[in-house]
Nanobody, 118 residues
Framework: QVQLVESGGGLVQPGGSLRLSCTASGSIFSIYALAWYRQVPGKQRELVAI???????NYANSVKGRFTISRDNAKSMVYLQMNSLRPEDTAVYYCNQRNKPTSGWGPWGQGTQVTVSS
């Protein structure tokens, strides 16, 4: 498995935008699925968006139409473009990998904090 490191979080006002980046230590070309999760203290980690090696994407209902996940295999990067941010999007965001359709998710990294507040 490659190691994934998240970055790009910060403080943003409601309605603003952020782009999160996930840098992989090696090639992501053959990784079946890459995803962004988020977690608020005291709550379970939730799946935000997922992109497969075939380019299929899926989103949590709460972010559909506002967030876009993408993967750049050539650069070994995964991105999460977040627009029209809301206070309820405040969380620590993590990226993760599933190497095969039958694999589990990999180990969790440090994540990156996103705070939406005026």
């Amino acid at each position: 498995q490659v190691q994934l490191v998240e970055s790009g979080g910060g403080l943003v006002q409601p309605g603003g935008s952020l782009r999160l980046s996930c840098t992989a230590s090696g090639s992501i070309f053959s990784i079946y699925a890459l995803a962004w999760y988020r977690q608020v203290p005291g709550k379970q980690r939730e799946l935000v968006a997922i992109v497969t090696s075939g380019g299929t994407t899926n989103y949590a209902n709460s972010v559909k139409g506002r967030f876009t996940i993408s993967r750049d295999n050539a650069k070994s990067m995964v991105y999460l473009q977040m627009n029209s941010l809301r206070p309820e999007d405040t969380a620590v965001y993590y990226c993760n990998q599933r190497n095969k359709p039958t694999s589990g998710w990999g180990p969790w990294g440090q994540g990156t904090q996103v705070t939406v507040s005026s």
